[in-house]
Structures are given as C-alpha cells and as structure tokens.
C-alpha cells in the first residue's frame, strides 16, 4: 500500500525557471491538498482539492497552479521559481469525515525540498 | 479565520520523564477536530492523536495523552515515559468540517539520554 507519494523528492532550480511537483495517492481519497514548511512558520496550504476537477486557493497560492484531472493526481506546478519559494512541501490526502471509519486523519507524502537559486 | 497557537518553540524532557507541550486554537465552528502530529528528522508526517471536539473524554493513545479544554480553547499533548524516538517536531492541527486544516508552528522536541 504506497499511500501518498509525491516525487522528485530534491531538486534545484534556478529563478525563473518552471516545474511541477507530483503527487499520487491510491486509498481513494477525495480530498487532496498542498502545503509548504518554512522554519518557525509551520505548514501553510497552498493550494487543495475536494474531488476531481475542483480545486482551491489556500492561505499562500500565489506563484502555484494545481489541477485534479483524476481522483488519484494532484500536480502542484511553480510557474516562475522565484527564491522565496524555496521550502519543502508536502502533498496530502484524506477522506470526508462520516464515512465507515474515515477519521478526518490527513495522509502525508515523504515531502520535497526545493531550492530555487 | 483558524489560527493555531503553538508558544513553545523548542522543548527537552529527560529520556523516561513526562512531558507537556501545548497548544491553543481560535475558532467561532463548534464542530471540529484536533490533531497532534509528530515530524521526526526523517521529515515524515505521522499522526500522534486525535480528538473530537463534541467529546469531552480526552483521547490517549499508549504513552500519549491530551488535555482538552473546549471552553479555553486548549488541546495539550503529554508525553509519559519519553524515548530518544520521541525526539521531533510536533504540530498542533485543527480540522473544520470540509477537511480543511490549520497547523501550528511547531514545538521541537528534545529527548536527552
């Protein structure tokens, strides 16, 4: 059971240039979200998505797009790196609360640290 | 607007001692629940406990345990019997209904041998 998995886990991109960090998940969850973590500011939500082909903003969007073509896909894509956008994020899933021993828990990827030059 | 207050940067227990880190939330939704996450060095995320807050048993889980006051709006985890694997970054997290989560910034767990 792969869970979230989110690749690449590393890279480094120089300003200016795009990208787009990948996230799958097989427990068919509907809910999908991404977060990034910066030191002493915890995990703030970029973008999520409440089933396939919705999505919303978050508290921090600006620079990201996302789109939910499928239930299982959720690509978080850097239009334009700029330094600031260093950090490490996280994609994560979960289900509605009220299903059959849906608890509400959030199901984290392994996380990617990017560096923007 | 959720805010998650977390107001102990970093933190140190002695291995074997009981430990308490806390957390304050701010929400007008009377329907929520609340999480404490641990974030070891490897970076992952996994989920401490839970509580929900229509239930006024506090939730425990082995050596992990919460003190959840609705009215003061305060969700504290205690860690008894500390290991060196206790070691990590801990977030406080609210959930209001439509999955949306509001974290913390972090409380850094040392545990000393």
């Known amino acids: 059971n792969a869970g979230v998995t989110q690749t690449p886990k590393f890279q480094v991109l120089k300003t200016g240039q795009s990208m787009t960090l990948q996230c799958a998940q097989d427990?068919?969850?509907?809910?999908m979200s991404w977060y990034r973590q910066d030191p002493g500011m915890g995990l703030r939500l970029i973008h999520y998505?409440?089933?396939?082909?919705?999505?919303d903003q978050g508290e921090v969007p600006n620079g990201y797009n996302v789109s939910r073509s499928t239930t299982e896909d959720f690509p978080l894509r850097l239009l334009s790196a700029a330094p600031s956008q260093t950090s490490v994020y996280f994609c994560?899933?979960?289900?509605?609360?009220?299903?059959?021993?849906?608890?509400?828990?959030?199901?984290f990827g392994e996380g990617s640290r990017l560096t923007v030059l | 607007a959720q805010t998650v207050t977390q107001s102990q940067p970093e933190m140190s227990v002695q291995e074997a001692e009981t430990v308490t880190l806390s957390c304050t939330y701010d929400?007008?939704?009377?329907?929520?629940?609340l999480f404490w996450y641990k974030q070891p060095p490897s970076r992952q995320m996994i989920l401490v406990i839970r509580?929900?807050?229509?239930?006024?048993q506090n939730a425990t889980e082995n050596r992990f345990s919460v003190n959840f006051q609705k009215a003061a709006k305060s969700f504290s985890l205690k860690i008894s019997d500390s290991q060196l694997g206790d070691t990590a970054m801990y977030f406080c997290?609210?959930?209001?209904?439509?999955?949306?989560?509001?974290f913390g910034t972090g409380t850094s767990l040392t545990v000393i041998p």
């Open positions: 509580q929900e807050a229509y239930k006024q």
């Open positions: 427990m068919n969850h509907e809910y």
């Open positions: 929400t007008s939704e009377s329907n929520y629940y």
């Open positions: 997290a609210f959930m209001k209904p439509g999955n949306q989560f509001y």
């Open positions: 998505s409440v089933g396939a082909g919705i999505t």
């Open positions: 994560a899933s979960s289900s509605p609360l009220g299903g059959s021993g849906n608890t509400g828990e959030l199901f």
